[in-house]
């Protein structure tokens, strides 16, 4: 099982429709975008550009389209950025080209992109089963404030579930059968932001931290600046911090900085929305 929270940092997607069969990809910084957007792809290995095609495949669609994405999301850091860009893109190709998508088909095109994906379009708080694309709802009381901290050294994530399935398989850790964790559940419904710190974990922490002891530095620097709790964001390399209140999280935020253990700090809060038509 798999809790996911939508948090304040966004990318933006743009399309416009072309003469032409083309699909191209511009990538641009944000104002606020922290780190080097060099390691973007701009062809069809870019989920954004998979997800155009899909919906032109989808639709029968003979146009191309232009696509801009503005980033505010770290790259490579396990935020699901790209699948955030992904979502959009489904959804501004299917107005841009006036396909009349549903919610169900561009669920099921999100689905088939990738297991972040179909949450990206939902946001908000939500469970997810199977590979994180069977959604529902989570009931959520209040807003949680988050410090997110990530060095450029990025993990590889097919090398993070290697060692997962290392671990299991040498006996170092049982695979956990799905089931709700009633602590979450129950922290969220209240909106306990101490409750749920206590009960955050990560199944791929351990694998995480193991390819890249560095990050224990950060999570220590988190605790002692009086974190709530502190988990490794899905597949690493980036390290999450629960805060009691938004000046906690910037206090958090100063003490991760001033330590020098990482070279992206940012601060967020959520639930956020998931993916919404700026302009139609």
Partial sequence: MTVFQA???????????RDDALITLRVVAGPEF???????PL??????????EAVRNEFGVSDGIDLSILKGVPVAGGMAGGSADAAAALVACSEAWHCGATREDLHRLAAALG????????????????????????M???????????QREGLSTPEVFARFDDQV?????????????????????AGDAAWLGRALSNDLQDAALSLAP?????????????ALGVVVSGSGPTIAALAGS????LSIATRVRAAGVADVVLTASGPATGTVILEG
């Fill in 7 to 17: 948090v304040s940092l966004y990318e933006t997607v743009t399309a416009e429709v």
């Fill in 34 to 40: 922290p780190g080097d957007i060099g390691g973007v």
């Fill in 43 to 52: 062809d069809d290995t870019n989920l954004a550009w998979r997800a155009a």
């Fill in 115 to 138: 297991a972040d994906v179909p949450f990206a379009l939902l946001g908000h708080t939500a469970v997810g089963l199977g590979r994180g694309d069977e959604l529902s709802p989570a």
């Fill in 140 to 150: 959520t009381r209040g807003e949680f404030h988050w410090v997110f901290a990530m």
């Fill in 169 to 189: 398989a040498a006996g170092q850790r049982a695979p956990d059968a799905p089931h709700v964790d009633t602590e979450v559940m129950g922290a969220l419904m």
């Fill in 214 to 226: 560095r990050l224990h530095g950060v999570m220590e620097t988190m605790y002692d600046a009086d």
């Fill in 246 to 249: 938004a000046q906690h999280a």
